[in-house]
């Protein structure tokens, strides 16, 4: 049987043949990326958790995003995102940390911050990479774009590792 490998999948092996774990402070997807970490058999061995941090008060509690890094550059922001990171894999204690904040739409966006912006952020012993994006579907399509683009960042991360 020929099965296509997906992203996961391959965030998947990466991480099982690092043997490093990895957690998720997911904003505008909402879960969608853990929720698809999570669709591989055996996820349970390095996706530790994740934290839905929708409001700023989440983010600043539970995440670790300073109040000050909010008021100054807005929860969807590259700095927003790095915290997001930083701050998910210090709580949860893993390897790797994943931030995802953004504007999924169709309302909410502004012409400095449009609608389908999105920053995305890995944490590590490497150190902190943030990536800018902008789509342009349906909510639910940017909500898929960010996920996917998010899990092959996570991919060229680890294999730079």
């Known amino acids: 049987m020929n099965e296509k490998k997906t992203l996961e999948m391959r965030v998947g092996e990466l991480l099982t043949a690092r043997g490093l774990t990895i957690a998720c402070a997911e904003s505008c997807t909402g879960g969608l990326l853990t929720s698809r970490l999570t669709d591989v058999a055996g996820s349970s061995a390095y996706v530790m958790g994740s ?15 300073r109040h000050e890094t909010l ?19 210090h709580a949860i204690r893993t390897d790797i940390g ?12 502004t012409v400095e911050k449009p ?3 999105v920053f995305i952020a890995i944490s590590g012993v490497a150190g902190i990479i ?8 349906t909510r639910v399509e940017n909500k898929r774009s960010s996920t996917e683009s998010a899990l092959s960042i996570i991919v060229e991360y680890l294999e730079k590792y």
């Not at 008021?71 to 894999?89: D, F, K, Q």
């Open 51 to 65: 934290v839905v941090s929708y409001t700023n008060a989440i983010k600043e509690r539970l995440v670790g995003v």
């Open 71 to 89: 008021a100054a550059h807005g929860a969807v922001s590259e700095e927003t995102a790095r915290e997001m990171a930083e701050g998910i894999r």
């Open 98 to 109: 994943v931030g995802i904040t953004g504007i999924a739409g169709p309302g909410g966006g």
């Open 115 to 117: 609608v389908g912006l």
């Open 130 to 137: 943030a990536h800018k994006k902008c789509f342009t579907g």
